[in-house]
């Protein structure tokens, strides 16, 4: 079955330090997977994708498939992103998308 | 740009009450989903349309019913509304092919009492 694991519910982190959002998957064949970020009062939105390859807001993710990881990392956190951001995994194969039960960041000053 | 649309933000039912939540998008996107968002937990697939006519179960199907009579429309029926369907929930479109990203709605808040 595929699924999509956050293991923590909330991450609390001072502004500037190093910040890192877990995500496990697990799915048979080759997977898409993205990180979305909902900030306060807005809608969910795409963060980044693995296919991109791209840095966004300081943000990465790398695929990790061997680990079957797909963590999001920002060296020097800013209280700006505080959100709750989710994994999701889909594939090209199959039309669904699933989310994990996302990580709320707070970042303090 | 609208984007995705959803209607009502926010609506109490009765247990036993029927209501369809609204959802349309103005991208001409193949790929339309619902999702539900429970306190506390990701979104689950309820059910997702790869075109105008074509509809499947998600994750989540029981108690719902949706329909897909145009490209921009995908509207998702309650009939007999239950405590358990207290949620949020969230309609969502993606390009021509299923490995893209996703537009969500803004939401909508249901309560069932």
């Known amino acids: 079955a595929q699924r999509v694991t956050q293991p923590e519910k909330l991450l609390s982190v001072f502004k500037g330090a190093p910040v890192e959002l877990k995500c496990n998957y697990s799915y048979s064949g080759s997977p898409e997977l993205f990180w979305y970020v909902q900030y306060s009062r807005q809608r969910l939105q795409l963060l980044l994708r693995?296919?991109s390859r791209e840095s966004i807001k300081g943000f990465t993710a790398d695929l990790n498939k061997g680990e079957t990881s797909f963590h999001l990392k920002k060296p020097f956190a800013q209280e700006e992103d505080s959100a709750m951001y989710y994994c999701?995994?889909?594939?090209?194969?199959?039309?669904?998308?699933?989310f994990g039960s996302g990580t709320k960041l707070n970042v303090k000053p | 740009n609208a984007g995705v649309t959803q209607t009502p933000k926010f609506r109490i039912l009765k247990i036993g009450q029927s209501m369809t939540l609204q959802c349309t998008q103005d991208m001409n996107h193949n790929y339309m989903y619902w999702y539900r968002q429970d306190p506390g937990m990701g979104l689950k697939l309820i059910y997702y349309s790869v075109g105008a006519g074509i509809t499947d179960k998600g994750e989540v199907p029981n108690g719902y019913n949706v329909s897909r009579s145009t490209t921009e429309d995908f509207p998702l029926r309650l009939e007999l509304a239950a405590p358990s369907q207290t949620s949020v929930y969230f309609c969502?479109?993606?390009?021509?092919?299923?490995?893209?990203?996703?537009?969500f709605g803004d939401g909508t808040r249901l309560s069932i009492l």
């Open positions: 693995h296919i």
């Open positions: 999701a995994l889909t594939s090209r194969n199959f039309n669904k998308f699933y």
């Open positions: 969502a479109s993606s390009g021509h092919v299923s490995d893209q990203p996703q537009h």
